[in-house]
């Protein structure tokens, strides 16, 4: 079987990636941060609405997450792409996004918008659950130094809150570079979209698939290192001052989790 394999391709693809994967590459990277930033945005408007004393902004938010927490992501980007504009009536989704100093292609714009969506969902559930970690106290306290509650929940709660949150968001990133391989299903080359259509032309799978499989474990590795450094920065994470980096790579590259993401 390993004769069978072209261990040419697979060494190009690993330590000489042309200029087609390396752009593919990249856009993996941005439009995972974009769609993860996106997330964390709708998921603090989510859970700030979740925790109103208004009760349909709270109504609101536990449909939103009925929604997208209940349906498969690749349903949400299919819809998003294709069946948005239909819906509203008007352009939402355009051929072509400027914002100034670049452009980016409406399917990539798409595939942003509901994987961030999507992740909105998942992060109100996170950061309601990091604002409530904080003792009750601290904002009780805030008010009674004058302090308006969006003040308060700015300055006092949030910040604190953080401790909390970054952890399992940087788990949520980890997921979101493997979860944005599925918006090549509307035409967006990036690392697996890439490594498919060479497939298709050369119907060498062994060697396309393990290359873009090292490339995902690169990426979700360096976020791992990166995500220890921000969690013992913050002094929240003690279990991951233990865990050695061959530990984090493992749990970073869990199939098990891998699976589940994508399966949403």
């Known amino acids: 079987m390993l004769a069978a394999v072209d261990w040419h391709i697979l060494w190009q693809r690993i330590f000489h990636p042309d200029h087609v994967f390396v752009l ?33 902004l709270r109504w609101l938010s536990g449909l939103y997450v009925l929604i997208f927490r209940g349906t498969p992501v690749i349903v949400q980007i299919f819809f998003v792409y294709f069946g948005a504009n239909l819906l509203f009536g008007f352009t ?10 670049f452009q980016m292609d409406g399917a990539a714009f798409a595939g942003i918008l509901a994987l961030g969506i999507n992740e909105g969902a998942y992060m109100r559930e996170i950061i309601r659950a990091g604002i409530d ?4 106290g601290q ?18 709660v949030l910040p604190q809150a953080t401790r909390f949150i970054v952890p399992p968001l940087g788990n949520e990133f980890n ?12 035409g967006v080359t990036e690392l697996f979209g890439d490594a498919e259509i060479r497939y298709s032309t050369t119907f060498k799978p062994v060697e396309y698939f393990l290359a873009v499989a090292f490339w995902y474990l690169v990426l979700t590795s360096v976020w791992s290192v990166i995500q220890a450094q921000i969690e013992r920065k913050l002094a929240v994470s003690e279990r991951g001052e233990e865990l050695s980096f061959r530990e984090r790579v493992f749990e970073a590259w869990a199939p098990v989790a891998a699976w589940g993401r994508g399966a949403r």
């Open 133 to 136: 970690a904080v003792d009750k």
């Open 139 to 156: 904002m009780e306290a805030a008010r009674s130094l004058g302090m308006t509650y969006r003040k308060a929940m700015r300055r006092i």
């Open 24 to 56: 593919a590459l990249w856009r993996t990277i941005y439009i995972s941060i974009c769609a993860q930033v996106l997330g964390v945005v709708l998921g603090l408007i989510a859970a700030l609405m979740r925790m109103s004393k208004l009760a349909p």
């Open 175 to 186: 997921n979101m570079m493997k979860t944005s391989s599925l918006i090549f299903f509307i």
């Open 92 to 101: 939402l989704i355009p051929r072509s996004v400027n914002f100034g100093l």
